[in-house]
């Protein structure tokens, strides 16, 4: 696996403007910073990248347009560059439920080497009208019963699980034994011990596994990473985080422990874990929890409803999250450094519109900036990556050890709200220790 790369990823290797020396040069006193990738350019992407892949990234197609705005005007984005649709790697989306119909398959209208190519459901009607939608074959419609045929399927290269976290784990392995690379959504399991079986039938089958978590690959959140890192506002010593929502409907699988694993804190309050893991680089040393559901509450018979915990890391910093079923909507967070200044997120979790937003001190004023870095389709580039990875045959950013450890902490975390103790957690040392390849920007 190679940890390396972190530091390069918001640099530019090909002469372009390099983002992280914008964010850096717009600098003090601007209210409102916004930040582009970098120019265009007419070359390809991986020109000598071997030619025995099938499904290859050397055939990227650039388009360059001449410049329309002044140069100090913002900065736009570089038009995208694209593999020809036969070239892209076809995915089949396993589960279709409110984010496969709602918010994967309308992303791969934005994704560059990935495609829709099956569908497997255990409604039929709902499928065929799916696949009617997106040009999907009929023949490539699948059902969770004959789900194992998709081996006989050469269109198919990789699979996304979109299922109820309690059913991840069956279908990543049949995935794998199939022979095709795995997309798995978050939390990866119920379990540690799931997700350990999970990684290992990847790894004997020789496939790819990559835990779908957008927010390491969306450009604010990445920013804020590179902040961190940096020590833009000195040493970050604190982070809060806070991802609450009202769930409703107490028959829904989200609160039967069998399909969910758990209440909130699998299901949301895994966004703060992942992301205050991501934002330092580093793995929490102990977890202090406590847990409440309000007593009598029909959705809070088989799973939590708020959760509240505390991490300490290596370097020292101290992370505090909240996570809750049972109020208003709010996903943010904050980071505070040692040196004049505090950034995050808010939102900071949620699809679209996430907004960033950091403090400055500067001599006699605190300076209030925005930095807006666009939009970008989170599911496209998180599946974009993943067909990268499998056309450049390298680990993906999020592998299933990166879910590995969540789950590990995660089980830390409901074992110090039941003892009321703090849990040691095994020291890592290493920067990254669980993460691959940095995704490329754009
Ligand atoms: P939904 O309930 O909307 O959809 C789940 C789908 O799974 C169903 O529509 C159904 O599809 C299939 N399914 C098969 N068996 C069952 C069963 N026993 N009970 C319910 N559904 C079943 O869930 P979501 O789409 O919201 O979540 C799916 C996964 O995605 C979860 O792991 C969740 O944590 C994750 N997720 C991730 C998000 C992110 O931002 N990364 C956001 C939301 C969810 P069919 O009818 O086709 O068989």
Redesign the pocket.
Known sequence: MDNNNQSNSLTDGTGGLNRRKFIESAGLGILAVTAIGELASCTSSAQNLPSQYPKTMADTIRIKLPPRDAETEQKEAPLPAIVEPQKRIGFAI??????????IMPAFGACKFAKPVA?????PD??GKVAKQYGIAEKNIY??QNFDQIKNNPEIDAVY????????EEFVIRAAKAGKHVL????MANTSAEARRMIKACKDAGKKLMI???IQYEPHNRLAMQWARDKHFGKIKMIDLVNTQNIGEPG???L?KK??GGGSL??IG??CLNTARFILGEEPESVMASIYSTPGDVRFKEVEETVQWQMNFPAGAMVSASTSYGVHKSRRYRCYGDNGGWFGLDSA?D?HRLRMEASQAQGKLETRMSPDMGEKN??AIELDHMAQCIMENKEPYTPGEEGLQDQIIMEAIYESARTGKVVKLERITKTDAFRGQAPKED
């Open positions: 396993v589960g279709l439920g409110s984010l496969a119909l709602g918010e569908l497997v459901s255990g409604s709902k499928a059902n969770y699980i979109v299922l109820p976290n309690g059913m991840h798995c959504e978050k939390p779908a978590y957008r829904q699988w989200r039967n399909l969910a699998p299901d895994l966004y979790f699809y989170q599911f």
